[in-house]
């Protein structure tokens, strides 16, 4: 058996012989009872293609039903190939108009009504309840989108009705409808109330993501963006890939809020596409302007006009005013890009045509606070004055400071405690961040260069600016003078073999310097990847283990100074260090932008292959697991002696090369990519020559190959190697026996060796 598409079709041999020929009549209904049991398991492209390749387009109109009644929504550009294939005419020409109404409602939400309109009044002259209904709801989804309830109306008591003689999704209907006007209201917690009455998967086509997406809003919108990741991460595995995105899209500015800054930033170019893939527009121009918002927050000026250029081409609607949305993301790019004045005036001119923190768009007005509170003198009276909790009262404390600061100078920081930096950075914009970082050294705190480094280079950009001409010109070069700067280049270390520095990346110009080919140096620096902060004395302890305490700490000042000018040999002297931060006995080593390491490339891509495998996306698996393959060059550190320090990391780094080696030979035996396969695993029985599952890829390339004695080989080597540990065959090796045996037994066999004839 092979497989192509997922399904099992019988070998060539097999295809052209007479007595298994199947009337044709008969045919076609197998294909039919196939896809209708494709279609009750909601596999709708593999219907489709199996009824579009017999000819079968009259079952088309079942499907187009089944896929507008399903909770998860299909991608409009699927949901368009079936519709036209289906017949325009005949006893499914009601389902043709449900899905053509639906796909209007993706392609341009907000401006479908009529279309929804028409397949409602059809599915409930022909007696289609659930398909009725199945339109209602997305038709009470496009009123939302368009703020405009007129078309829905008319149908709210035929709703009603259904939904007190106890039909399930009429009922669910009647909450989310509910949840809905509370949401125009400005009723959060009316929101969550009703949103509580939906049974997960009763809705078709909305509840699954919609309702943990609205949500996660009005939890943001509270100030609670804790909740808000809870929610998303509760939901978000039991929804499909196609889909799930839309959610993970509400969980960015939590992330930002609560201080994982890098994370949100890393999210937004994917969200944008999948964005872009979906092709709902409103969506699309929601989460391109979300985009916008994120980037100029964290100093990505480039990402930031490059999604609001993106943003402007989505929605052209008219519109009197400047969409809020679109006001606060170009509102944010004007203060990143260093022009308040411009952004004081987008934020005055919208709040003065449609007011401020009102309506559906109430919560990114709330996202934006803290700078809109600094920016514009309208929002900061409007922000003074409303009950505020959770992170949003801890933003408009820090929006406070920063005016404070401005008006009066450092000494308003003199009594105020800072505990998370991490947190301040995601309240604020990076602009207004780095001021108070530079008040925060004038006042000679800590926190003012702790501050500076977690805001990165957009950071140091900004106070460099301030240092010339500013009122705060004076502490702000003080801070740059006190501050660690970053390396004028990036470095990449390899460490999964002989140890290697490069500049600019993996590929990039390899480190050749004396003091690299230094084994204090080498191990130094190998105890740091995997003890990122740790103290002297634990260093010292570690690496020398028999010198005194005094001779210990000299050599490991001195291998500290070498490492430190490896990973930034263009600091001057008397500048502190920023890859090897030394604060009295801690040591730190900071791995950013600025300091690449394989190991991490190497987690990475593991983690990324145990999603897609999650997922069900062999292909992404597998490449996954030939990048970290890829990583692999040998021992971790091979140039260094073994040590007590060293060996359970080089044990764990060859056990996870091993596992991802081997299942990428598997997936690659599984494509019938025999000859990669046997290379992968052939890497894996280098490092791990016990390796069951190793030798059991390459049992299975031997008997691909029909190479019989290859096979009794390895799987003698197999068996030699688990009888050398005390260890059982399991149950897959024990089955290669079987095959291995039967293979052997059918090469001695006369009619093996002459075809049966």
Known sequence: MSRRRGWHVPHDLWRHAPGLAVPAAERAEV???????????????????????????????????AACLASERVPAGDLERWIAACPTEGAGAT????????????????????????????????????????????????????????????????????????HPVARAMMALRDAFAADIAGDDHGVLDHLGRIEPGVLPGVSDVTVPALA???????????????????????????????????GVPALQVVGRVDEAHAA??????????????????????????????????????RHLEEARTTFRRGTRGRPQMAALATASLAVAEGDEAAAADVLAETIARRGIDRG????????????????????????????????????????????RVR???????????????????????HRHAAELAVALAAEARAEGPALLDVLGRPGREVVRALGQGSRQARDARALLAAAPAPPRRPTYVAALGPLELRRDGRDGEVVDHPDLRRHRVQALLTFLLHHRQTTRSVIAAALWPHMTERAAANNLAVTLNRVSRLLDPWRAAGDPPYQLRLD????????????????????????????????????????????????????????????????????????????????AAQLLLAQDDIDEAARIAARALEVDPASEKAHAVLIEVALARDDRAEARRLLRSSLDALAALG?????????????????????????????GR
Do not use: K
């Open 31 to 65: 294909r039919r009872r196939a896809a209708a049991r494709l279609i009750e398991r909601r596999a709708f492209d593999e219907a489709f293609v199996l009824l579009d390749e017999a000819g079968l387009h009259d079952e088309l109109p079942a499907l187009l039903r």
């Open 95 to 166: 389902a043709r108009v449900l899905a053509t109404a639906f796909l209007a409602s993706m392609r341009t939400p907000g401006r479908a009504a009529a279309r929804l309109v028409e397949a409602i009044e059809r599915c409930r002259a022909e007696g289609d309840v659930d398909a009725e209904l199945a339109a209602v709801a997305q038709l009470g989804l496009d009123s939302w989108t368009s703020q405009d309830a007129r078309h829905l109306v008319p149908h709210t008591d035929r709703v009603a009705a259904l939904a007190e003689e106890g």
């Open 216 to 250: 996660a809003g009005v939890h943001l919108g509270l100030g609670r963006p804790e909740r808000t990741l809870e929610v998303v991460e509760r939901a978000a595995p039991r929804l499909d890939p196609a889909v799930r995105w839309l959610l993970e899209a509400m």
């Open 268 to 305: 937004t170019d994917r969200l944008v596409r999948a964005a872009r893939a979906s092709g709902i527009q409103t969506v699309r121009f929601l989460v391109t302007h979300a985009a916008v918002l994120v980037c100029a927050h964290v100093g990505d000026v480039e990402g930031a006009r």
């Open 360 to 403: 559906l768009v109430r919560r990114w007005w709330r996202f934006s606070l803290g700078f809109t509170y600094v920016v514009s003198p309208e929002a900061r009276a409007h922000w003074e004055a409303v009950p505020l909790h959770g992170q949003l009262a801890m933003a408009r404390q820090l929006a406070q400071l920063v005016v």
């Open 407 to 429: 008006e009066g100078g450092p000494a308003a920081l003199r009594h105020v405690g800072f505990t998370r930096l991490d947190l301040v950075r995601g309240s604020l914009h």
């Open 584 to 663: 009295g006995p801690s040591v730190r080593l900071v791995c950013d932008e600025h300091l690449r390491v394989d190991i991490d490339e190497l987690d990475a891509h593991r983690a990324a292959a145990a999603q897609a495998e999650q997922d069900n996306e062999p292909m992404a698996e597998l490449e996954h697991h030939l990048a970290a393959v890829a990583l692999h060059r040998g021992d971790l550190c091979a140039g260094l002696p073994d040590a007590p320090w060293l060996t359970l990391p080089r044990e764990h780094h060859r056990s996870r090369f091993v596992h991802s080696a081997v299942r």
């Open 727 to 755: 260890i059982e065959p399991s149950s897959r090796t024990e089955e290669l026996r079987r095959r291995v045996s039967a293979a052997l037994r059918g090469r001695r066999s006369p009619d093996a060796t002459t075809g």
